[in-house]
């Protein structure tokens, strides 16, 4: 019997077979030339896309120089009084609507005082005018102002008769008001009873 030769094995006259370099051989210009660095950048290499860029920032969440913060510092979650949605101090705002509604308020009462100043203060001294006029026969007037509506009372002395009414109206009460700025307003003479005895438009001789 003849030993069967292996596949590796030469048979008689043929040259021994080479060898076929494995996955983890060294590849043609193995070992690196003198002075390479793994680790560094080749000549010519440039950065990839992810690779860190000149004037890279960091993200919010890396921390900043100056961290960790001071002793002292408040914590980053809700202060005392904080409301959701508000970036104001709680109270800010109803204090700033508070002194709305007082200027108005003040405004309205200046407003008011004004008008009582303008209007009301020289009715009442025509009132008195009427009065001093009528030689005894009107014992008071009355200024009424009511929805924009202004007129003058004139109440007649008890001891004057009902029919004196149109001669107080014609020549105690029109000729006061004549050349005012009340000239032309509503009046009424009235009796010692309320009755209605002459008004602004009662004829005169």
């Known amino acids: 019997m003849t030993e069967s030769q292996g596949p590796n094995q030469s048979g008689p006259g043929q040259g021994a077979a080479p060898d076929r370099p494995g996955p983890n051989a060294p590849q043609p210009g193995w070992p690196p030339p003198a002075g390479w660095s793994p680790a560094g950048p080749q000549p010519g290499w440039q950065p990839g896309p992810n690779a860190p860029q000149p004037g890279w920032q960091t993200g919010p969440n890396t921390p900043q120089p100056g961290w960790p913060p001071p002793a002292g510092w408040p914590p980053t979650g809700p202060q005392p009084g904080?409301?959701?949605?508000?970036?104001?101090?709680?109270?800010?705002?109803?204090?700033?609507?508070?002194?709305?509604?007082?200027?108005?308020v003040v405004g309205l009462i200046a407003v008011l005082v004004v008008g009582c100043a303008v209007t009301i203060g020289p009715a009442v001294f025509k009132s008195l005018e009427i009065t001093n006029d009528s030689n005894g026969l009107v014992t008071s007037t009355d200024y009424n102002w009511f929805n924009g509506q202004s007129e003058f009372r004139v109440h007649m002395a008890p001891s004057v008769p009902a029919s004196e009414g149109p001669y107080i109206a014609c020549s105690v009460v029109r000729p006061a008001l004549r050349g005012s700025k009340f000239e032309g307003t509503r009046f009424e003479v009235v009796d010692t009873f309320g009755d209605v005895v002459a008004t602004d438009q009662t004829s005169c001789p």
């Open 82 to 104: 904080w409301q959701p949605g508000s970036s104001q101090a709680p109270h800010s705002s109803n204090r700033r609507g508070c002194l709305v509604a007082v200027l108005l």
